[in-house]
């Protein structure tokens, strides 16, 4: 099983629909749980840090199941904008070390 | 605004060249990492650096690899004799500090191995 896996998508949406990623990890020691985006050939952008209780940030909600291993990103009212790879990262240790990423899931937000 | 600057933001070398990137932080921190990104594929940990140590390096970062600080401010990557597969984007990246452990990425570099 891989450490952090990904539906490669693309997920194709119209705007304003809402759309929903998964992201399962395998290791259940695993402490801090991120979102990124990442536009075609830029760097990964935060854009939420997924806790045990739930967050959300205006459009996005992130959720974290411990028991079944995943993170979940859920974007509503999609606007073209919107459009970009979705990259869930894991960090696995308690230090200030490293994130594993899932290949990310491709969103793309038509007209 | 980055939270790190990246130079050069594009290099094209021959392989078996020797290829120096480099990061400067805008404020000082301690945690610094090295991320690639092979066209297409994911994001993979190079190596992570505190306290100007290496802290951890993955199986990736293997002895053509080696990272310094050496003014205490930039943060370099060198790999010594490049190869094709050493073609990716190289992302330099900090922590802030804060509880989570939230990385920041640089704008990366782009290295072409010819």
């Known amino acids: 099983r891989k450490e952090v896996e990904q539906d490669p998508g693309p997920f194709n949406v119209p705007e304003g629909a809402t759309v929903a990623f998964n992201c399962t990890y395998s290791n259940s020691a695993s402490q801090s749980f991120f979102w990124y985006r990442q536009d075609c050939r830029k760097e990964p952008k935060l854009l939420m840090s997924v806790y045990s209780s739930g967050n959300e940030d205006g459009r996005f909600t992130a959720q974290l199941n411990r028991a079944s291993q995943y993170i979940s990103l859920l974007i509503r009212d999609s606007k073209l904008s919107d459009s970009a790879t979705y990259l869930c990262?894991?960090?696995?240790?308690?230090?200030?070390?490293?994130?594993?990423f899932g290949t990310g899931t491709r969103l793309l937000v038509s007209p | 605004e980055p939270e790190v600057t990246q130079t050069p933001s594009h290099q094209v070398t021959q392989m078996g060249q020797e290829v120096i990137l480099r990061c400067v932080p805008i404020s000082n921190h301690l945690y610094f990492y090295w991320y690639r990104q092979i066209l297409g594929q994911k994001v993979e940990f190079l190596v992570s650096?505190?306290?100007?140590?290496?802290?951890?390096k993955s199986e990736i970062f293997d002895d053509q690899f080696s990272v310094e600080r050496p003014d205490g401010s930039n943060f370099t990557l060198k790999i010594r004799s490049t190869k094709l597969e050493d073609s990716a984007m190289y992302f330099c990246a900090r922590n802030r500090g804060d509880s989570g452990n939230t990385i920041y990425f640089g704008e990366g570099s782009w290295l072409t191995v010819v």
């Open positions: 990262a894991v960090n696995m240790n308690t230090g200030f070390q490293k994130l594993v």
């Open positions: 650096f505190y306290n100007n140590e290496i802290s951890e």
